[in-house]
């Protein structure tokens, strides 16, 4: 069965457009153009991915995506007009896996798509747990523990953080981190990178502390 992508698009023709590529690739799509809506659907289609604008009616992309996340882990590329920093880092911080500004190439659009899908939905390499200090990290169950908190990551997040943790005490490249994260397709760049790390620090509560910055080469999770 195909997969299911929810478009969350409250403008017509970029929604039919992205719509049209979509089916073109295989992938079988539902329709929103609300955020009440988005949700609806989002509970009704079961989709294995959302492709969410930022401004949307009746409720706006980052309210959907926060919701949507307090209850689930759906993959999540963000769709918005705005350029700023501010705002991809915003959409990343609550949990989105991916953002593609406007205006976007199509083509783009259904090739983040299958790399999100791609790192979501592949089975995690069976390792033992890696332990680094406090921090806790379980490839295979998909998890990771500061002391014995859970930590509440996204796909993306638990990735990066395991291969930083399978490298504990050594630098990673941004260009080593954006392989971690299947980022290597066209159009994806480090700073995606460096916005996952800001969350990871957050999230990490006080073991972010072990994670460490290296100007002008990459991160370190010290050991």
Known sequence: MSATILIVEDEIRLGDILEQYLRREGYHTERAMTGPRALELWRAARPALMLLDLMLPGMDGLEV??????????PIIMLTARD????????????????????????EVVARVRAVLRRSQSAAPASAALHVGALTVDPAAFEARCGETVLDLTVAELR????????????RSRPELLFALGGLERGTDERTVDAHV?????KLGSCGESLETVRGVGYRLRA
């Open 198 to 202: 800001k969350n990871l620090r957050r």
């Open 65 to 74: 995506a926060r919701r949507v996340r307090a209850e689930s882990e759906l």
């Open 160 to 171: 990066l953080l395991a291969s930083l943790a399978q490298a504990a005490g050594a630098v």
């Open 84 to 107: 700023e920093e501010v705002d991809r880092l915003v959409g990343l911080g609550i949990g989105a896996d991916d953002y593609v500004v406007k205006p976007y190439s199509p083509r």
